[in-house]
Each structure stands twice: as C-alpha cells, then as structure tokens.
C-alpha cells in the first residue's frame, strides 16, 4: 500500500495538511496528496492534480474518513468504514486496504479536463469566453479541450486541445472559432451517450457550454449522465432570463443604433418612415433599448402588443401636428410582415414608408468592451464552478454581480419587468 512520504499534521483549524506545504491561503491551488493515518482508514487517491481551490484532509471523526476543505470553503464527503461511499466503492478496512477516489457532495468527480462548446446562434464575445475558459483553465493546471461545431461535435468527436497560444488573437473576432451547429437528435438519450463516449476517450469530465436556453437543456441532460457542465448565456436576444445581460447583446444593440442612425439621415431627406426590423427571438430588449438609444418615435415589441390602426394613427398625428420631417419604428422580429406594412404607412399616412430587415448583421462584428468584459468574467466563474466539483448551473451577471444558477431553476425563472424602461421611453416621446 503506498502511503504518504510524510504524516501529515494538524493545522491551525485541526485538520490535517501535509507539514512541507503548511497552510493554505485563501484556498490557492494545491496539489492532491495520499495519506494514511493511523493504519485503519482507506488510502485516499485522486486522479484529478493539481485541482484548485481544494485541500484535502483525512482526518477521524466519529469512526468516519472524511475528505475537507483544509479553508473550510468547500463542504465534506464522508465515507463511514466498511460503508459504500458515493461512488460505490467500498470504504475498506486497514487489513484489506484500497485505494477510493473521494467526490465533492452530490457526486461530482474531480476534474483535470475540461471541454467548451459554443452553440445555438453565434453571438460577439463568444470567442471572448472561449478565451477565458482556455486561459483561466490552463493556468489553473486544467487540459482544456475546444468541441467544434456544437453537440454534433461532440457526437462526432470532433474535439482538439486548446493553448493559451492559439487563443491568443481571438478576443476581438467575432463569432465562435468553435463553430456552431444545431443537433435536434440530442435530445435522444443514446446521442447523448455516443457524446459522452467521445468525451471519456479524451479523459474530458466536465465541459462549458455557451449558447442559448436550449444550449442549456443539453448540458443539464449530460450533468444527470455524470458530465459536469455549466451554461454561459451566449446570444444576441437577451432573452435568458436569469441573467440581466447575455453575451452579444450590447454589441447588438451597438449594430442596431449605428444602422438606425444613418437610416435617419435619409428618412429625414425624404419624409419618410423608416421601419426597422430587429432579432429578439419574442424578447423585446433589443428594439427596446435601440429605441430609447436611437430616439425611435415608436417601438413594437411581443410585450407592448401590435396595433396596426393605432401605429397608423400615431403616424398621422406625427406628421399633420408635429409636423415630423421623418419618423422610426423599431419591432422585434416574429410579430409582422414589416414590407407589408410600410405599404400601409404609404397609402394611409403622409410618410413614405420604407422597411428594412437588419437580419444577422446583428450577429457579427467585433465585441464591444462591454460583451468582452462580460464573457471573461463568466468564463472565469465557469471554470471556478466546474473545479469546485459543481455542474448544472448557468453563470448570470444580476444586478452588477456574477453569480450561478441551477439550469432547472434558471429555465423556469419569470423575466423581469420592463416597466421601467418601457415607462422611461414613453416619458421621453
């Protein structure tokens, strides 16, 4: 039985640390150590070295070994003696000693690699957040693996390692450099289990994945099969609503502002209305906040509702009372044919209606510093998450702070009012 070059001793908080590492401050990273004490409690093992923001301690309590956060941070797992522990093993006895690999509470095995795969529609700062991911995961001695081209990737085994250097000049790119494909099939459990195949031929047991709320079910499924994922809410619509803020949405609206910008110019020059179809995805934070930014005179979103003889009659008053030289609708995508309808701006208003379909240029584009910031910050936490032996969850920016939601309860969580902006843009018309 191999055992530990030296016996650990006590530290400041009665736990055990090996005596040439001392304490650990502020629960750095800290390799993985085996020890025995005492002759009558199981090796402890991990295949998981170095794993951050873990010391373990074996230590007796109650005639039970008990794996601990040396900083008190982290909560135990116990295995009584003689007892199966989480991972069916037994827990044996110093006269047939063996080797356990202890797991965090729930199960979850330690990691030392990690796959990310972005996935539903692209969105700017995606390659941001693969970034941080790489960089983060590598310099806390994690293998970090790129899954291209979403769960068909996966499926596929369509995986490569990833290096600080070949994420060096991604940053301001935008897109995925991961690609991006839809696997409606994954929602078949032996799809599932074909990916998870591919992930355990690399030694892969945990993966980030960033995409939309239906990204998220995938990787809610894979952590219930044993793979520890979290969600990054990487999309355009802003329509994930635990978090204030997704990935690309203020790139977005930048896009939108710039494109509504210069389509005033020439709707003032020709007296006419300009009807400028957003995405959103039935989220009307886009034409929302475009419409306060830009000093649209209407904006239609799936929450304000779509009155076409009001529209029609506001338009009117626009330009016989008001005296308008020009005006600009915002609506979100999925509501109306907007062609159609600059038609009946023409024949029933004084404007001269005239539609335009901003489509996926919304998509593209560099990120701003805003989405650039966010996705790092999200990576970061990811990472943390997943070394913490934690998986399901979905990282969220809310009010300022980030912070982490179990997939489960993020899917279900009701959006927050848009009174306030909706009242502040009605108070400014």
Known sequence: MKTAAQKPQPNHNGFCLPTD?????????????????????????????PFYGICPDLFMK??????????????????????????????????????????REGGFKMIKRIGI??????????NAAVRAITRVGINAGLEVYGIYNGYKGM????????????????????????????????????????????????????????????????ALELTHMGINCIGLPGTIDNDITCTD?????????????????????TSNSHHRCS??????????????????????????TSESGFDEQDILDRLRDLDQIKKKKH???????????????????????????RATVLGHIQRGGSPCPFDRM???????????????????????IRDNKIVSYPIEKALVMPSSSKKPITNLFERLG
Request: proline letters at 3%; hydrophobic letters at 40%.
């Open 155 to 218: 499926v596929e085994g369509y995986i490569e390692p990833l290096t600080s250097e070949s994420v060096s000049e991604i940053l301001t790119r935008g897109g995925t450099v991961l690609g991006s494909a839809r696997l409606p099939e994954f929602k078949d459990v032996e799809v599932r289990k074909k990916a998870i195949r591919q992930l355990e031929k690399r030694g892969i047991n945990a993966v980030v994945v960033i995409g939309g709320d239906g990204s998220y079910r995938g």
């Open 374 to 396: 966010l996705a790092s910050q999200m990576g970061e936490k990811a990472v943390d998450l997943l070394m913490q032996g934690i998986g399901g969850q979905c990282v969220a």
């Open 327 to 353: 005006a600009i609708i915002i609506i979100s995508e999925k509501i109306t044919d907007v062609h159609q309808f600059a038609k009946k701006v023409t024949l029933n208003t004084g404007f001269s209606g």
């Open 21 to 49: 590492r001392g304490k650990v401050p502020d629960c750095r990273p800290y390799d993985w150590h085996e020890s025995v004490l005492n002759g009558t409690l199981p090796e402890v093992s991990t295949d998981a070295a």
């Open 62 to 103: 109650n005639g039970s070994a008990q794996l601990h956060c040396g900083c008190q941070k982290l909560p135990i797992h116990t295995v009584q003696a003689g007892s199966a522990d989480q991972t069916g093993r037994s827990a044996s006895s110093a006269s047939a000693p063996s080797k356990i690999k202890f797991r």
């Open 117 to 126: 795969l972005t996935s539903g529609g692209d969105s700017p700062g995606m």
């Open 245 to 265: 803020f997704t990935i690309g949405f203020m790139t977005a609206l930048e896009t939108i502002v710039d494109a509504v910008d210069k389509l005033r110019d």
């Open 275 to 300: 009807i400028v179809e957003v995405m959103g995805n039935r989220c009307g934070d886009l034409a929302l906040w475009a419409g306060i930014a830009c000093g649209a005179e209407i904006v239609v």
